[in-house]
C-alpha cells in the first residue's frame, strides 16, 4: 500500500496532506481532466478545476483563472499529477483567505461525497493532549524513554508509527480494554508487528465507542497528523468523561428531583450530564444563565468564574469578575484552577475562542478533581484546618505533602483521636493499617458529633443505638411495610430492601422503585446498594459510607447510615414532614426514645 502511495506521489510534503482515499480520488479526477485533450495544461486546469467542489462553491471561475496566472504565467506548461496537487492546495488556501473561514463545504471537496483534503490541526489541541499524555503515560516502563515529548514538536506523530501509545493510551481511557501482552514491544518493529499493533489500536479503540470511519493502520504508520490527532482526542473525551453516570458517579442524582428526570440523566450522553452538573453548581451562584456549549457560552469565562467560586470559595479572587476583558478573566479563572489543583489543558486564549475540546476537557478535570484528607476534617470540623499554611495540590515536593499530613495528624490529636506511632509521613507512604485507623476514628467522631445534636429530640438524654434501631424499625413499620432489622449486622439487611423502604417512609417521594431491583445477585445488591447512598446524599444526610459496607453488612457503617437518616429526619420542619407520620413521630416515638435503655444485646453494635 505504502508503494502505491509513493508511485502516486513522492513529495513527502504532499503525502502528508493526504489519505490514501483521497489520492486515489484526485488521481482519477486528474486522469479524467487530461483524458479529454490527451494533455492537461494550466490553461485547461483552470477552467476544470472548479469542477472540485470546495473551488466551484468558494471562487468563481474568473477569480480561479486570475488567481492561477499570477501563480504561473505560462498558460501552455502541462501540469502532471503533483503539480496539480499543489495548486489545489494553493486555491483552497486562497478561498479561505477570502472568507476569513474554512472554505465553504471544505470537507467534500469533491462533487461527489469524500473526505477533506486540506488537513489542518490545532496546534493548542496537540499541546494539550502531548500534556495529557506525558502525565498519564509517565511512568510507562515502555514509554518512558520517548517521554516527555514536546508539545511544540511533531514528535508524538513519529512516536505513534509503532502503535504502541495508542494502545497504552486506550487502556488509560478504560482499563483492561488491552491486554498489554499483545502489543508488540520490541526496540524495532518489523512491518508486520506495527501492523499488528495499528489493527489492535483500532479495533480496541472502536471498542470503547471511538468513530475510526475512514482510518486505516497505513494513516498511522504513515504519521497523518489529522488523523492521529483525531483519534487521540476521542480517546482522552472517554477517559475524561467516564464518570459521568449514575453507576460510576451515584452523586449525579443530585441533579435531577423525580423519578423521571433519573430516568432522562440516565439516558444523557455524557457531555450533557457535564452541562447539567455545570449549571447545577452554577444556580448555587448569582450567574443567571444557562450554558448549552463548551464554545460561545463559555468565550467570556463569566462561568467559569462563578463555578470555580462556588466549588472552591477559599480561592476566589474577587478581580476575576471586577476585570472587563475576557482574555483577562480567562488568565484569572486558571489562576483559580491552578489554586484548586486542576491540571490545566488549555489556555486563556482556549476559552475565549471558545474552543469546544479543551472547554470540555477542562470542565472534565473539574469535576473529577477531589482534596480527600483535609477537606474531610474540615467537613467533618468546620474551622478546624488551617487552609492557611495547607498546600494546595498539585504537590510535587515530598515534604509538602508531610506538612499537609502532619496538619492531620495534629488536628486527630486536637479531637482525642488514639495515634500513637502514627506520623504524617505514613500517611504520604500510604500505611494502609495506619491510615484506615484514622479514618475510622474520623468516622467515629462524626457519628458521636451526629448523635450528640440528637439529643434535643430525646429531652437531653444519650441517643444510644438502640434507640436508633428501634426508631428505623418503627418508621418501617409504620409505613405498611413488613420489612425489619434485628440489629445493624443483620445479614438480610444485604439486599438494600429496607433501607430503601426507610428512606420512602422518611421522605415518600424520594424512591423510584422502578429503579430497584430484588437484590438477589451480586450486582443487584450493589445497585440497590448504590442507589440508597445516592438518595441518601440527595435527601441531605451526611454518611461516607461505600456500597460495599451495605452488601456485606459492616455493623458500624450500617449504624452511620442509619443515624444519618435518622437525624435528617428529626430535623426536618414539622410541616415538611409526610402527614401520616406527625403523631407518631411528635408524640409517641420521641418518648420512646427519652426512656429507651441501653441494651447492646440487641443492637450488637456499639458507637465505641
Known amino acids: 500500500m505504502s508503494g502505491y502511495v509513493g508511485i502516486l506521489v513522492s513529495d513527502p510534503c504532499l503525502q502528508n496532506q493526504f489519505t490514501q482515499v483521497e489520492l486515489r480520488s484526485l488521481k482519477s479526477h486528474f486522469t479524467s481532466m487530461r483524458r479529454e ?77 469524500t473526505t477533506t483534503l486540506l488537513h489542518t490541526i490545532s496546534e493548542s489541541e496537540k499541546a494539550s493532549y502531548v500534556a495529557h499524555i506525558n502525565n498519564y503515560l509517565a511512568q510507562d516502563g515502555f514509554l518512558n524513554k520517548y517521554l516527555p515529548i514536546d508539545p511544540s514538536s511533531n514528535d ?52 470503547i465507542g471511538c468513530t475510526v470511519v475512514n482510518i486505516g493502520t497505513q494513516d498511522f504508520i504513515e504519521g497523518r497528523r489529522h488523523l492521529v490527532l483525531g483519534l487521540i482526542s476521542q480517546i482522552i473525551k472517554i477517559q475524561l468523561l467516564a464518570d459521568l453516570n449514575l453507576k460510576k458517579t451515584p452523586q449525579l442524582v443530585e441533579l435531577v428531583d423525580d ?20 449549571n447545577f453548581q452554577l444556580n448555587k451562584s448569582s450567574y443567571k444563565k444557562t450554558v448549552t456549549n463548551f464554545s460561545t457560552d463559555v468565550k467570556d469565562a463569566e ?3 462563578h463555578l470555580l467560586n462556588v466549588l472552591a470559595p477559599e480561592h476566589s479572587n474577587p478581580s476575576t469578575l471586577a476585570v472587563k476583558d475576557p482574555l483577562q478573566r480567562a488568565k484569572l479563572v486558571l489562576d483559580h484552577a491552578d489554586r484548586m489543583g486542576c491540571k490545566r489543558y488549555l489556555t486563556a486564549k482556549d476559552i475565549v475562542d471558545g474552543s469546544p475540546n479543551l472547554n470540555l476537557a477542562f ?59 502514627i506520623a504524617g509521613n505514613d500517611i504520604v507512604q500510604g500505611n494502609k493499617k495506619l491510615i484506615l485507623a484514622y479514618l475510622w476514628q474520623l468516622m467515629r467522631f462524626n457519628i458521636l458529633q451526629l448523635l450528640k445534636n440528637l439529643r434535643s429530640h430525646s429531652h437531653g438524654k444519650e441517643i444510644t443505638d438502640v434507640d436508633i434501631l428501634r426508631w428505623a424499625n418503627t418508621k418501617v413499620s409504620n409505613s405498611g411495610s413488613q420489612s425489619r432489622m434485628d440489629s445493624f449486622k443483620d445479614k438480610s439487611l444485604s ?42 446524599r440527595k435527601l441531605g444526610c451526611s454518611i461516607f459510607l461505600l456500597p460495599e459496607d451495605i452488601i456485606e453488612v459492616n455493623q458500624k457503617m450500617i449504624l452511620t447510615l442509619t443515624a444519618s437518616i435518622m437525624y435528617w429526619f428529626l430535623k426536618q420542619p414539622v410541616e415538611e414532614k409526610p402527614a401520616a407520620t406527625l403523631d407518631s413521630e411528635n408524640g409517641s416515638q420521641l418518648e420512646t426514645l427519652s426512656n429507651s435503655t441501653t441494651d447492646d444485646s440487641a443492637s450488637e453494635s456499639s458507637v465505641e
Open 37 to 113: 485533450n490527451g494533455k492537461l495544461t494550466l490553461g485547461d486546469l483552470a477552467s476544470r478545476i472548479s469542477r472540485l467542489k470546495v473551488v466551484g462553491e468558494n471562487l468563481s471561475d474568473q477569480e480561479t483563472t486570475d488567481f492561477i496566472a499570477a501563480l504561473y504565467p505560462n498558460f501552455n506548461d502541462e501540469v502532471d499529477f503533483e503539480s496539480f496537487l499543489k495548486v489545489y492546495l494553493k486555491l483552497h488556501a486562497h478561498a479561505s483567505s477570502r472568507t476569513g473561514n474554512p472554505a465553504k463545504n471544505s470537507s467534500a471537496f469533491l462533487k461527489a461525497a
Open 156 to 207: 508524538l506523530f513519529e512516536i505513534v508509527k509503532d502503535g504502541v501509545l495508542l494502545c497504552k493510551l486506550i487502556n488509560v481511557a478504560v482499563p483492561g480494554t488491552i491486554d498489554e501482552r499483545a502489543i508488540n514491544t520490541k526496540r524495532l518493529l518489523n512491518p508486520w508487528e506495527r501492523n499488528e499493533n495499528h489493527t489492535l489500536c483500532l479495533n480496541s479503540a472502536k471498542a
Open 259 to 278: 423519578s423521571k428526570d433519573v430516568e432522562e440523566l440516565m439516558s444523557l450522553p455524557p457531555e450533557k450530564i457535564l452541562l447539567r452538573w455545570m
Open 303 to 305: 462561568a467559569y468564574a
Open 363 to 421: 470542565v472534565a478535570h473539574v469535576f473529577q478533581h477531589r482534596w480527600i484528607l483535609l477537606e474531610t476534617l474540615d467537613k467533618v470540623s468546620p474551622g478546624i484546618v488551617n487552609w492557611k499554611v495547607a498546600n494546595k495540590p498539585p504537590i510535587k515536593l515530598p515534604f509538602k505533602k508531610v506538612e499537609n499530613c502532619n496538619q492531620v495528624v495534629k488536628i486527630g490529636k486536637q479531637l482525642k483521636f488514639s495515634l500513637v506511632n
Open 495 to 536: 439486599d438494600g430492601i429496607f433501607f430503601l423502604e426507610l428512606l420512602s417512609a422518611v421522605q415518600p417521594r424520594s424512591v423510584n422503585w422502578s429503579l430497584v431491583t430484588e437484590g438477589v445477585t451480586d450486582e443487584q445488591k450493589k445497585m440497590n446498594a448504590t442507589y440508597i447512598i445516592s438518595i441518601a
